[in-house]
């Protein structure tokens, strides 16, 4: 079956965020992290932090290590060495399915439920914010029309919403974003950003990894450069 087109939401403005409990220290923060596969040195050591309100957006050619570390952040691959704190405390497994919303390449959805259906069971594993259900999340990354359209249905972009939409219900304060801007057009570009900007600003953090192809968005950043793995 060919991909569904999507009739893109244009709201005027994102509807408000509630607010994620704000953190007396930095949301996350680094120390010495180092990370080789086989032998080979990946990245690190790494040092640095991502404050409340604050976007850090991870640069670096192909092989530099950006989806990697974010991998590790996120408690999906083991460092080599190194302290990863998340609010102030040494990063467990449940410090991280509480703290963490991790956006990567692939979808994670499964493909014969529908849209709607994948956001509800996600918020079943990982809460969600006060009344911020599914049929919302949707009509908030332009899906409405769409909550049960099967997801092998849909392009990759769409499928990008559909990961879009489960960040935007997430009650963690801090998103791990890898290449965000992927699979989307302009308006999708547009949609990132913004709701970066309200997640920001509702007392949220962000780690996004990008090749420098899109500008930043509007937000107080910083930039970490990742050199290519020899």
Known sequence: MGAVQARVAR???LPHMPDVAVAASPLLAVRALTFSRD???????L????????????????????????????GLLRADRGEVEV?????DAGSRARQIAYLGHLPGLKADLG??????FLAGLHGQRASQPAGLALEVVGLTGFEHAPVRTLSAGQKKRVGLARLW???????LLDEPYANLDLEGITLVNRMVEAH????????LTTHGAYAAPPVRTRMLLLGAAP
């Open 47 to 74: 040092d640095f932090s991502v404050d409340v309100g604050e976007a850090l957006l991870v640069q670096g050619d192909n092989g530099a290590g950006k989806t990697t570390l974010l991998r590790v952040l996120a």
């Open 200 to 207: 920001l600003a509702s007392g949220g953090g962000a780690l």
């Open 169 to 175: 219900q997430s009650p963690a304060p801090l998103w």
């Open 87 to 91: 609010d102030g405390r040494r990063a």
């Open 39 to 45: 032998e080979t040195p990946i990245f690190g050591p």
């Open 11 to 13: 709201p005027l403005e």
């Open 115 to 120: 849209a709607s259906q994948n956001l509800e």
